[in-house]
Every structure is written in structure tokens, then in C-alpha cells.
């Protein structure tokens, strides 16, 4: 699993590898499919090799053509849902009514899946577009 170690001497936020956000000490790591040694400024090492990501199972293209919910259906075998947007939109597991996760334009986010999700209702703020991957745990 790729991990990487925070070289600065401040606390670093990052995504781990089920999708949590986390507070990196100094000179601690954090095991995340994020590559943290090729952003600027260079605040991470890389301290295991692993490959970057796991395999993707799917993909899918969810289109918006205005405010509004558009629902996409997805394995409940894939261990990880990667959800990318070029608009704002907010995500909700299996449910419209459930809790949503909100997701700014040009964000991502890595949802564990426990064998629970079969469908993500995405809220779109306007037109726009999602993609949702399904990666093997």
C-alpha cells in the first residue's frame, strides 16, 4: 500500500486509503492512494513502494443537465467508491433523504464500501458532470 511520511514540522491533513481524513503528525505516515511526493510544495516522502491504486473494477459517467439528483448504480462488491465532480454536488449512499457528503467543484473522494452501497444519489449544484469508480479493496 502506498504510504507516505509528512517531512514538514507541522501537522498535515490528508485522505487515507479508506477515506477518512487525517491529521499527519510530523514525521509520521499515512497509507492513502493519493500520490503525495509529486504535489508542490513537497511536504511528503514516499517510504513504501506499493502500487498507486487498486484495481478498478468500473467506471461510470454521470451527466447533470441542471440542478438536481441523478442516481447511479454501483457494486456493493467494490471495496472502494471513488467519486469525481467538475461541479459542486453532494453525495448520498443508497438514499436521497439519507446524510449527504458535500463535494466541491474539482474534488474527489474515496467512500468505503462494506458490502452496503448499491446506488449513490449525486445532488448536482448546476449542469455538470461526475465520475464515479468502483475499485477493488
Given at each position: ?7 514538514t514540522?507541522e ?12 491529521s499527519v503528525?510530523?514525521?509520521a ?6 500520490l503525495?511526493?509529486v504535489?508542490?510544495p ?8 506499493s502500487?498507486?491504486y487498486?484495481i ?16 447511479q ?6 471495496g472502494?467508491l ?7 454536488v453532494?453525495i448520498?449512499?443508497?438514499d436521497?433523504?439519507a446524510?449527504?457528503y ?15 452501497i ?16 468502483e475499485?477493488?479493496?
Amino acid at each position: 500500500m502506498p504510504t507516505f511520511q509528512n517531512i514538514t514540522s507541522e501537522y498535515q491533513t490528508e485522505i487515507d486509503i479508506n477515506g477518512d481524513r487525517q491529521s499527519v503528525a510530523p514525521n509520521a505516515t499515512i497509507k492513502t492512494y493519493k500520490l503525495l511526493d509529486v504535489i508542490e510544495p513537497a511536504n511528503w516522502t514516499r517510504t513504501d513502494q506499493s502500487p498507486h491504486y487498486p484495481i478498478a473494477q468500473d467506471s461510470h459517467t454521470v451527466e447533470a443537465s441542471g440542478a438536481g439528483f441523478e442516481s447511479q448504480a454501483v457494486s456493493v462488491n467494490a471495496g472502494v467508491l471513488e467519486v469525481r465532480c467538475d461541479v459542486a454536488v453532494t453525495i448520498h449512499a443508497n438514499d436521497e433523504s439519507a446524510e449527504g457528503y458535500p463535494l466541491a467543484a474539482g474534488d474527489s473522494v474515496q467512500i468505503r464500501n462494506d458490502q452496503t452501497i448499491e446506488d449513490l444519489h449525486l445532488n448536482f449544484s448546476e449542469a455538470g458532470t461526475a465520475t464515479v469508480i468502483e475499485l477493488k479493496d
